[in-house]
Each structure stands twice: as C-alpha cells, then as structure tokens.
C-alpha cells in the first residue's frame, strides 16, 4: 500500500518567509509524528499528534513552529519568519496505534533558508 | 533524560561478512526497540523492532535484545555493498515517543 507521503519534497525560502510543510500519513494510521534532522545529526522530535486527542508540542523549538492536523488525516507543519537555522530535513511518520510502536518515515522535505 | 548510545563509526566490513551494530539505553523501563536504515540523502527505513528478550530473525538481520544489560544489537549477515548505510537506534518507553540514537555508518567493501 502507499506509504507516508511528504511535500515538497524540496523547498528554499528567503529568511523571514513562512513555509508550510505537508504529511499525508499511511491510511488507518492514528499516530503522526514530526521529527527534524539537521545534516550530520540524529532526528530531533517536534510534535506528535493521536486521533482527536490534543498534540503533544513539547518539541516544537519555538513559537515559529506549529502544526496542525484534522482528525487522522493530513498534518501541516507551518514555520513562521524563517530563520537559517531552521535548514533541515523535516520528517514525518505514521503508526498504526497509539504506544511506542513501529513508525514508518515519509522522504522528507529538504527546507533551505537562505 | 532517556539515552540512547550508539557508536558513530565508521563500521568497516568486507563483502560476505557478518556486521554487529550496538546500541545501550539508559531507561530500564524501555519496552520496544527498534532498527532503522538510512542511505545518505533518504528517510529513516524500518528494517526491524523486536519487544522480547531474545532474538529475532528476518532474513539475512537478527535483532538482539538483552534488557537486564540494556543492551540491543543487530546483526547482518553475509554483508552486501548496498547494505552500507547509516543504521538507527530507536527505543520506546512508556509512553508514545521513540528516543533515536545517532546513529552507525556501516560501509561494507566489496
């Protein structure tokens, strides 16, 4: 079946910009996580979200930073006034239930602020 | 705070051989644990997750899982090229996150 699905898959944004980062999870999944790997690091957890409960922020690096999803359905990753530092790989995975179980990746998108 | 170890590498091994990824943790409650392959430039790929101590077989990869010494391993037998990569730790706890190690970068020489 399809997997996780991200777009774009590539974005460069001027400093200051906003960026919206899109993630289609694998269908039937509840869970959906946001992660962010800077190059040469390991993945940095940013926000999770499960059913109708309310989503877990605690990672979000700053108030730049919101996400949104509806019901179990797509999620939005918004960065607001970009910054350099926000260049990384945003990644997004999907489980099928709630717990520390198996998450399947999407590809990512590659956001450059220049 | 939840740790998770790994050695950076580089893990050299030639073609044919059999290649050991190690990975600590530091919360004794860890109920899950996980292995992820990622190629330069890709997403994380699941390529095994064992809950049990023990091992667990798929193919040419056994996970190892020894929880009194928190400790999880993963072993690739009959090493190909295409298997170099960066290898992923990750390990679940008691609630819904997975703490990620850093990472192995595993190159295997034909």
């Known amino acids: 079946g399809a997997g996780v699905s991200q777009s774009p898959s590539n974005k460069v944004t001027e400093k200051g910009k906003d960026v919206e980062l899109r993630c289609d999870p694998i269908?039937?999944?509840?869970?959906l996580y946001w992660y962010r790997q800077r190059l040469g690091q390991g993945l940095e957890f940013l926000i999770y979200f499960q059913g109708n409960s309310a989503p877990d922020k605690s990672g979000l690096p700053s108030d730049r930073f919101s996400a949104e999803r509806t019901g179990e359905s797509v999620s939005t990753l918004t960065i607001q006034r970009t910054q350099q530092e926000d260049s990384a790989v945003y990644l997004c995975a999907s489980s099928q239930r709630e717990g520390p179980y198996e998450q399947y990746f999407g590809p990512g998108t590659r956001l450059t602020v220049t | 705070q939840k740790e998770v170890e790994q050695n950076s590498g580089p893990l050299s091994v030639p073609e044919g051989a059999i290649a050991s990824l190690n990975c600590t943790y530091s919360?004794?409650?860890?109920?899950?644990f996980f292995w992820y392959r990622q190629y330069s430039g890709k997403s994380p790929e699941l390529i095994m997750f064992i809950y049990s101590n023990g091992d667990k077989e798929d193919g040419r990869f056994t996970a190892q899982l020894n929880k009194a010494s928190q400790y999880v391993s993963l072993l690739i037998r009959d090493s190909q090229p295409s298997d170099s990569a960066t290898y992923l730790c990750?390990?679940?706890?008691?609630?819904?996150?997975?703490?990620f190690g850093k990472g192995t970068l595993l190159t295997v020489n034909p």
């Open positions: 990750a390990v679940g706890g008691s609630n819904y996150k997975l703490t």
């Open positions: 269908s039937g999944h509840t869970a």
């Open positions: 919360d004794r409650g860890s109920q899950s």
